[in-house]
């Protein structure tokens, strides 16, 4: 046994089996001392079991959302397995403890800003030393502390933006010019924002958007619109190698919320992880089964 170990490949294809306790002893036994010693695997499960546990609290109370399967250890072994995954474009990149390849559209819950920024901050950075683009949004009030943090991490703030390399604008500046949120609007300064990034020669456009809690917060009938939204620039986003990372304030939404955020992203952070989210569901489906509810209460 110890002459023929298991494999990371092996592992993953076994790991229904595993989760059903249907491996023979010897192959269980292999898979254990795997998942023991490796920890790429160990976070990969860690990440999903966090996943799960958050739509199944999401969930909680919600009459638009189904008692999730006890069993989504299938569906995310098949998410893995099967593939989904188109071919890579572009080099991947680094990003919370794994790499972003051909899915770049990215949903990430903190539950607070120290949180956030030990995991967007070394993103931001590295994007920056190579070259790329940075372009942030973020509520009005937090514009001058969130280039403090950057000041902070080492980035040489003014230079970078005198090259137009960082770029941070406010939701009033963009997704609430005019007052308003729309969604078309939105989709179509998405990729004026992206196409401006190679306009000014540079290879990506790192875009951090930490407005989505904004848009609810000032008027909470926007919500249906941004849900989507999100799911609709999985239509677009193909069209781009530059990875959009939405990030979410886990205290400031609701449950309902945060299952649909999950459902229109296809890879997700939860607790400074990144990995492939087995929620997601492409914008045609979702959008055909998805049931506006109007204005909605914060949660607290």
């Known amino acids: 046994m110890k002459n023929n170990p298991m494999t990371c490949e092996k592992f993953v294809a076994s790991l229904q089996a595993f989760g059903d306790d249907e491996l023979t002893s010897p192959d269980r036994i292999r898979a254990q001392q795997h ?3 490796c920890a790429t695997c160990s976070a990969y499960v860690r990440g999903y079991e966090r996943t799960i546990e958050l739509a199944k609290s999401s969930a909680s109370g919600s009459d638009d959302v189904t008692a999730l399967p006890e069993s989504l250890l299938r569906k995310i072994v098949a998410a893995r ?8 474009t572009a080099a991947p ?3 919370a403890g794994s790499v972003l390849t051909e899915y770049r559209h990215v949903c990430a819950f903190f539950s607070s800003p120290q949180e ?9 950075l590295d994007g920056l030393q190579r070259g790329e683009r940075a372009y942030h949004v973020l509520r009005s009030p937090y514009r001058e502390k969130h280039l403090e943090e950057l000041r ?8 970078a933006q005198h090259r137009h390399q960082l770029e941070v604008t406010t939701a009033e500046e963009t997704y609430l010019r005019g007052g308003t949120f729309n969604e078309d609007n939105m989709l179509d300064l998405i990729q004026e924002t992206l196409k401006s ?8 456009t790192r875009l951090v958007v930490h407005v989505a809690e904004a848009v609810m917060i000032k008027d909470w009938s926007n919500v249906d619109q941004w849900i989507n939204y999100e799911s609709r620039l999985n239509e677009v986003l193909p069209d781009y190698d530059d990875p959009v990372i939405c990030t979410y304030d886990s205290n400031l939404i609701t449950g309902a919320i945060a299952v649909d955020v999950l459902r229109t992203h296809p890879v997700a952070i939860v607790g400074g992880l990144l990995y492939q989210n087995p929620f997601y569901v492409p914008p045609r489906e979702f959008l055909s089964r998805f049931r506006p509810r109007g204005a909605a209460p914060r949660n607290g």
Not at 81 to 88: D, Y
């Open 35 to 37: 998942l023991a010693a």
């Open 81 to 88: 397995s099967e593939g989904h995954i188109m071919k890579a």
């Open 93 to 95: 990149i680094p990003f």
């Open 116 to 124: 956030e920024y030990a995991t967007i901050l070394p993103f931001v």
């Open 152 to 159: 902070n991490a080492g980035i040489d703030v003014a230079l």
């Open 197 to 204: 990034g190679a306009s000014l020669g540079f290879a990506l």
